[in-house]
């Protein structure tokens, strides 16, 4: 029962804070099912992916482990990120229409997505950025 109870206590916080980021404006939020809580028209939903092979390899280099060890972590990992979506939003982390822009980093730079996102950004608020 007290699991259920941390469970509840941590969501509500974790949706207090990060509507309160969203009222100030100008952050960038990372996971935890922001996409789902951050409902103000100027807020842009991104989803960045990579294939999971390179995921494997980028992450035994950088922990020094065996490509077994991190082909392990990484699903475990993929597996509970979907989770915790599924059970405190009833939604599916990999619904493409839950995002507004979807960047594949395998495909493009940094700066490349950096441009993506920024243009997108624009085009959905009409607000110019400071890059721009």
Not at 14 to 32: N, P
Not at 79 to 84: K, V, W
Not at 93 to 105: K, Q
């Amino acid at each position: 029962m007290d699991h259920i109870y941390t469970n509840v206590s941590y969501l509500k916080s974790l949706i207090r804070v990060v509507k309160t980021i969203e009222e100030h404006g100008k952050s960038i939020i990372v996971g935890r099912g922001a996409n789902y809580i951050c409902q103000h028209p100027g807020s842009l939903h991104l989803r960045i992916v990579s294939p999971f092979k390179k995921r494997v390899e980028d992450y035994a280099s950088k922990e020094k482990l065996s490509l077994h060890e991190s082909r392990r972590i990484i699903r475990e990992k993929d597996r509970e990120r979907a989770e915790f979506i599924k059970e405190n939003f009833l939604r599916d982390v990999s619904n493409a229409s839950d995002y507004d822009l979807i960047i594949n980093s395998n495909t493009y730079s940094l700066e490349q997505a950096t441009d993506m996102v920024l243009d997108a950004y624009e085009m959905k608020t009409g607000l110019k950025t400071s890059n721009s």
